[in-house]
């Protein structure tokens, strides 16, 4: 989806290291999430937030933080206490409505070296 | 609590082949229904939705979907198979509470035989 830019493509981590995971978009979009994606697994919500300055743990919030600083950015720090990061990240947004579906950028691959 | 359930992880078809991919959901209220289909290394893409206005609802590239409430089923289908459908495909349910949350399933990965 055009309107949402996920950076960098591919992220490596060294142990014991924090990494971030940006997300940015033009749609004017108020709720936005993050998701993690692992082989057979299907897609497992991590964190979202629904306006600004405020956020909500998904079902698999430990070892990851966020911010909401402005509508149109949402970062996504993978921590040092994700023991297991290596996985497909996924950020999405939606507009408001609970008929609205959610919209996907295209993603950001994070591997441990 | 809402949930998908897709049957078959992998299913094989025939180019020119029907393609039929399974979907049940569980909610306590009329739920919302979503399709998204997904290619490597890229984000998922909006195949189609169900937001009660008609029960078979048709989507981008030639699938539908039909809305099942006594077989709790959103099954996707495609009359004829093409070897750029072969990909994953997600179904997802919306949250119970109004939130714009929604639920995935596992995903079924089609694969196209010429």
């Known amino acids: 989806d055009g309107g949402i830019t996920q950076s960098p493509k591919y992220l490596f981590r060294k142990e014991g290291q924090n990494v971030t995971l940006s997300c940015e978009q033009n749609?004017?979009?108020?709720?936005m999430y993050w998701y993690r994606q692992d082989p057979g697994q299907g897609l497992r919500l991590i964190y979202y937030s629904q306006i600004v300055n405020d956020f909500q743990k998904g079902d698999i919030a430990e070892g990851y933080s966020v911010s909401r600083e402005k509508k149109e950015s949402f970062p996504l720090t993978v921590t040092s206490a994700q023991k297991n990061p290596t996985a497909f990240y996924l950020c999405a947004t939606t507009d408001r409505g609970g008929n609205q579906p959610q919209h996907f950028g295209d993603g950001t691959r994070l591997s441990i070296l | 609590a809402q949930s998908v359930t897709q049957l078959g992880s992998h299913v094989s078809v025939s180019e020119g082949a029907l393609v039929l991919l399974r979907c049940n959901y569980s909610?306590?209220?009329?739920?919302?229904l979503f399709w998204y289909v997904q290619y490597p290394n890229q984000g998922l893409q909006l195949l189609l939705k169900y937001t009660s206005a008609a029960t078979l609802v048709k989507g981008i590239n030639g699938f539908e979907a039909e809305f099942k409430k006594s077989e709790t089923s959103f099954h996707l289908t495609k009359p004829s198979a093409h070897m750029s459908d072969a990909a994953e495909y997600f179904c997802a349910v919306s949250d119970e509470t109004g939130a714009n949350n929604l639920f995935f399933g596992t995903g079924t990965r089609l694969t196209v035989i010429p």
């Open positions: 909610s306590s209220v009329p739920p919302y």
């Open positions: 749609l004017n979009h108020d709720a």
